[in-house]
């Protein structure tokens, strides 16, 4: 090759990149392997599922301030020694059973393993009580387990339901039915047992080891909901949740044991009632304390100044929590959930902060906006609009927010080259056509709204940060990929990401936000939809 034919090539190539528009090139510095290193550090066993005020958490949080430190990327929150800072601490509490046990002969038994609470039992100092066994707890016309037993201060041990006696008919009543069944029939027992004077109940479970085991998970699940974490100090707990005796169903082999008999025999008891069960008084030691924890976490945010609307901020949002690990001690990673959207912002960031330096910086000013607890209940975007918005919500454009767009879903498993799109027309019919035309003009992706139509019944538009804005006003756009089966689940892992298809995504919100922070008007907030 000549040297002329050197000389027209070298010009050719500088003309071409004379050509390319800045957006183009710096999108173009958003690429899978930088995705993949940031995603293999943030969704790694060593961050142990990143659940919310967690120490995993708090090392994605070092991690995603170090690297803003190193593009150059300003702080924003003031705290209160008047120091600017990257994080906005936040002081969560959470309502839940702190201390909880059961100790018979020495043994500690194991809450939500050996036994569960009927309701939010609160047992704050440990007690010690006596306990009587009372066969099925019944007592009516025809029946009385109490008959010559003294329950007053002590606590009662009965068998859950009714038995039948030979001829199959109940034996309180003689008949095919029974009012002593289910919770309805706990209820009546209930109240007989505090009409007596006992002070707690433990009713044994007809469930064999494996049924119990589910029964302790399902209802685990369900007091569940009174933990939650929450922004606000809790009220005092609804009594309408709280037993009136102190009751907690228990497994057989924790039954024996408290009635100093053996498994065997209490098992041939229940199978057959009309049977003599000489049960042995003992002494048993209780505590079942309930109180408000404070977990300390933070959202995390970069701020990038713009040039002559730099009063005026575009905010890209994601979530950095996950959901820790399951009562195995399983890892769940949450590459895709939201490990995805953690580093695209990582990239977004750094993309900017290269053609601000290359003299290229946007017109409106940028927030990144990395939010905590979002898997508690959306709490990091709501903390940061409801109570300490560090940009007046004002002046806030528009925010972009971005959760899980690592994967596929079902629907799409033919087509890796979709995703969808929540929002971007509920507020301002502007944002909904640059966004439309932005696609066409970089990934041209097929764009999916199934999930924003309001009839929908996942309701993923409220489901994620971008809801905390929207309600406020602010034009949103979510960004997301869909359901799969790793959805919380331990499989949710960096192999599975399908970073080809996760650096377009990424490369779109760039050039939608770059659209965004340089026209010329602020999007109009026109539109009202459901």
Not at 161 to 171: L, V
Not at 334 to 349: H, I, K, P
Not at 412 to 420: F, I, K, R
Request: hydrophobic share 35%.
């Amino acid at each position: 090759m000549n040297k002329i034919t050197l000389f027209y090539l070298a010009l050719l190539t500088n003309t071409l990149c004379l050509a390319q528009s800045p957006r183009q090139t710096f999108q173009e510095t958003i690429n899978e392997n930088d995705l993949k290193k940031h995603l293999t550090y943030i969704a790694s066993d060593e961050l142990g599922g990143r659940d919310t005020g967690s120490e995993g958490q708090k090392k994605a949080a070092e991690y995603i301030v170090s690297h803003l430190k190193s593009l150059g990327i300003e702080p924003i929150v003031k705290e209160k020694n008047g120091n600017i800072s990257f994080q906005q601490k936040i002081e969560l509490y959470k309502n839940g059973w702190k201390e909880s046990y059961v100790v018979i002969n020495g043994k500690k038994r194991v809450f939500f393993n050996d036994y569960f609470p009927v309701g939010m039992i609160n047992i704050p100092v440990e007690k010690e009580i006596e306990t009587v066994f009372v066969g099925y707890g019944i007592q009516n016309e025809t029946l009385n387990d109490y008959a010559n037993k003294t329950v007053k201060g002590k606590a009662v041990v009965f068998i859950e339901n009714e038995s039948k006696n030979k001829a199959g008919k109940y034996i309180s009543s003689n008949t095919d039915n029974s009012e002593w069944l289910g919770s309805t029939g706990l209820k009546k027992k209930q109240k007989i047992a505090a009409d007596l004077g006992a002070d707690y109940i433990f009713v044994i479970s007809l469930a064999d080891s494996d049924q119990f085991k589910t029964l302790n998970a399902e209802r685990k699940a369900v007091l569940s909901r009174f933990n939650r974490l929450a922004i606000e100090k809790s009220k005092p707990e609804n009594p309408s949740v709280t037993s009136a005796i102190p009751t907690f169903i228990i497994s057989k082999n924790m039954a024996s044991e408290m009635l100093g008999i053996s498994q065997k025999k209490l098992e041939s008891h229940i199978a057959n009632p009309e049977s003599k069960l000489k049960a042995k008084k003992s002494t048993i030691k209780i505590k079942s304390e309930r109180g408000e924890d404070t977990i300390e976490t933070a959202n995390i945010m970069g701020y990038l100044e713009g040039t002559d609307k730099k009063d005026e901020v575009l905010i890209i949002s994601a979530h950095y929590d996950h959901v820790g690990t399951d009562d195995k001690g399983r890892i769940y990673n949450g590459a895709d959930d939201d490990g995805s959207g953690t580093c695209a912002l990582l990239e977004l960031a750094e993309a900017y902060s290269k053609a601000k330096a290359a003299g290229n910086g946007p017109r409106r000013s940028i927030l990144f906006l990395w939010v905590t607890g979002e898997e508690k209940g959306l709490l990091g975007s709501k903390y940061y609009t409801d109570i300490n918005p560090i940009i007046p919500l004002d002046k806030t454009v528009c925010d972009l927010n971005i959760d899980m767009i690592g994967r596929i879903d079902k629907k799409h498993e033919n087509n890796q080259n979709y995703v969808y799109l929540i929002g971007s027309d509920k507020l301002s019919s502007e944002l909904h056509t640059i966004s439309e035309n932005t696609n066409k003009e970089t990934i041209n992706f097929e764009l999916d709204y199934e999930f924003n139509d309001p009839k929908d019944p996942n309701r993923f538009y409220y489901r994620s940060d971008h809801y905390n804005f929207a309600k406020n006003q602010i034009p949103v756009i979510f960004y997301f990929t869909g359901d799969h089966e790793d959805y919380h689940k331990p499989g949710d892992d960096v192999e599975k990401i399908l970073f080809t298809k996760y650096s377009k995504i990424t490369q779109l919100v760039f050039a939608t936000s770059w659209e965004l922070a340089n026209r010329n008007d602020r999007i109009k907030v026109d539109s009202n939809k459901p």
